[in-house]
């Protein structure tokens, strides 16, 4: 089977928000999906469902520029919190839900789930967990494989600042990201493997489809990967922060990050690959301590503070950010190393009011202002 890349060019952005839906009373997750996707049928699919029936999907169209990936997204987002008000849901964005169990959720009516659900079993039915997802376009598949490569270093960079999920099921995890924990549970889910070209991946996605293992590519649940379709690099790691504009900083920070590493493929850049030990150590420790712990260097031989290592890299994308018209967006990163992640700020409200439900009303009083400041620019 031959996998065609459709290239993309002037680096194109789409956004995936996954958003929690809560009963405005409880503040409990509700399986109201498919009551609010069928009332904004007008927005072309672009609201969509996911595996369980308090969730749904939020995407951009295809854009030019964040500033144009901004504007779509909280007109969206406002379009689907009016109409879940009408039914007394109310929207939320986190990684994890604090308090509301995996087994009291219901899976959508959908063949390719319920196939899912037979083969995956309990493994599926615990995915209650909620992600942000950036596709990123690139001019052809070898490019895309050299920005893979290259990015696979910097994912617990961006794991670290989206870190919104220190809670499951009533407890606390003691990490700022559960979610990717119960993410990789998932078979082929997590960090993929380096590749050497395009041929290289296509090789092993037929032998996945031949011997069985997937039936499409939508079943590489990496944390990078791939979408020929949309000739795009998709990345998948990050929690969903708790407010659009955290999201927005995050896919700007994205974007220029594929845009550098593309722009030295084209230059014909070499690179030594950090070895995977590093990367899947420092993936933990984002995972563990968002950006208050500290990386291994590229070479492993030595460690630097998280913050610093993400403010440094931040710097060095700032002529990136200026050729596509996002530094607005990427300095906002500064802003949430200065004032904590999602995972810190619910554990604040956490450790203040001994309350898991306090700690929802906060996430629902961040977004709301958010979303209100938003649609006002």
Not at 36 to 44: N, P, S, T
Not at 171 to 194: C, D, M
Not at 323 to 333: N, V
């Amino acid at each position: 089977m031959a996998i065609k890349f459709n290239a993309s060019e002037h680096h194109t952005i789409g956004i995936e928000l996954e958003v929690q839906l809560l009963d405005g009373e409880t503040l409990s997750l509700a399986p109201v999906s498919g009551k609010i996707i069928e009332a904004l049928d007008g927005l072309g699919g672009s609201v969509k469902h996911e595996l369980l029936t308090s969730n749904l999907e939020i995407n951009t169209d295809v854009s030019r520029s964040v500033t144009d990936a901004a504007r779509d997204l909280y007109s969206k987002f406002d379009r689907v919190t009016k109409e879940a008000s009408k039914h007394n849901i109310v929207p939320c964005s986190a990684g994890t839900h604090p308090f509301s169990l995996w087994k009291d959720q219901t899976v959508t009516e959908d063949a390719r789930y319920k196939r899912l659900l037979e083969n995956l079993q309990i493994v599926a039915r615990r995915f209650n967990i909620f992600g942000l997802h950036v596709h990123i376009g690139v001019g052809g598949g070898e490019r895309c494989i050299y920005v893979m490569n290259k990015m696979l270093y910097y994912l617990p960079h961006l794991l670290a600042l989206s870190a919104n999920s220190p809670f499951w099921q009533g407890a606390n995890t003691g990490l700022n990201s559960y979610r990717v924990k119960v993410f990789e549970n998932l078979p082929i889910a997590g960090l993929p493997f380096y590749f050497e070209h395009w041929d290289d991946y296509t090789r092993l996605v037929e032998n996945y489809i031949a011997t069985g293992t997937i039936e499409t590519i939508r079943e590489l649940w990496w944390d990078i990967r791939p979408h020929p379709d949309f000739g795009t690099v998709e990345i998948r790691v990050c929690d969903i922060p708790a407010t659009v504009k955290e999201s927005l900083a995050l896919a700007a920070l994205i974007q220029a990050l594929v845009k550098k590493f593309e722009d030295e493929y084209l230059k014909g850049v070499t690179f030594l690959r950090p070895h995977s030990a590093v990367i899947r150590e420092n993936k933990w420790r984002a995972s563990r301590w968002g950006f208050d712990g500290e990386f291994i260097t590229e070479d492993g031989g030595g460690t630097i503070k998280a913050a610093d290592a993400i403010e440094i890299l931040v710097s060095s994308l700032e002529g990136e950010a200026e050729e596509l018209g996002s530094g607005e967006y990427l300095s906002y990163i500064n802003e949430i190393l200065k004032h904590g992640n999602g995972s810190k700020r619910q554990l604040e409200v956490w450790r203040e009011t001994g309350d898991l439900k306090e700690v929802v009303k906060d996430l629902l009083r961040r977004l709301t202002e958010d979303l209100r400041t938003g649609l006002g620019r």
